[in-house]
Nanobody, 128 residues
Framework: QVQLVESGGGLVQAGASLRLSCAAS????????MGWFRQAPGKEREFVAA????????YYADSVKGRFTITRDNAKNTVYLQMNSLKPEDTAAYYC?????????????????????WGQGTQVTVSS
């Protein structure tokens, strides 16, 4: 059974940092681009960051650029999202996902429709 399991969420104050992890099991995702999305109550799922299969390229939403960093360790089948300088508007459930197929441009992974395997999410709450 293929699974993506996120962890590392929590309740923090504005300005703090968190590191989310996404561990894959059941199959390797080392050949897949991976992404992080988030969804706040009453809002649509929003793209956060994507990373190429080789980790040579990354792509970020403007809202997190300069504060968040996506990395991966293919040997551990794990993707990470380092979140610094957190703001109350970063509050959401965060999901990792594996891309369904190769795209030449990493920016093409900025939509949920490019992903076919999702984790269950981890909640991040940032208080002001």
């Amino acid at each position: 059974q293929v699974q993506l399991v996120e962890s590392g969420g929590g309740l923090v104050q504005a300005g703090a940092s968190l590191r989310l992890s996404c561990a894959a099991s059941g199959r390797t995702f080392s050949n897949n681009a991976m992404g992080w999305f988030r969804q706040a109550p009453g809002k649509e799922r929003e793209f956060v960051a994507a990373i190429s299969w080789s980790a040579s390229s990354t792509y970020y939403a403007d809202s997190v650029k300069g504060r968040f960093t996506i990395t991966r360790d293919n040997a551990k089948n794990t993707v990470y999202l380092q979140m610094n300088s957190l703001k109350p508007e970063d509050t959401a459930a965060y999901y990792c996902a594996a891309a369904r197929k190769f795209r030449a441009e990493l920016r093409d992974y900025g939509t949920p429709y490019e992903y076919d395997c999702w984790g269950q999410g981890t909640q991040v709450t940032v208080s002001s």
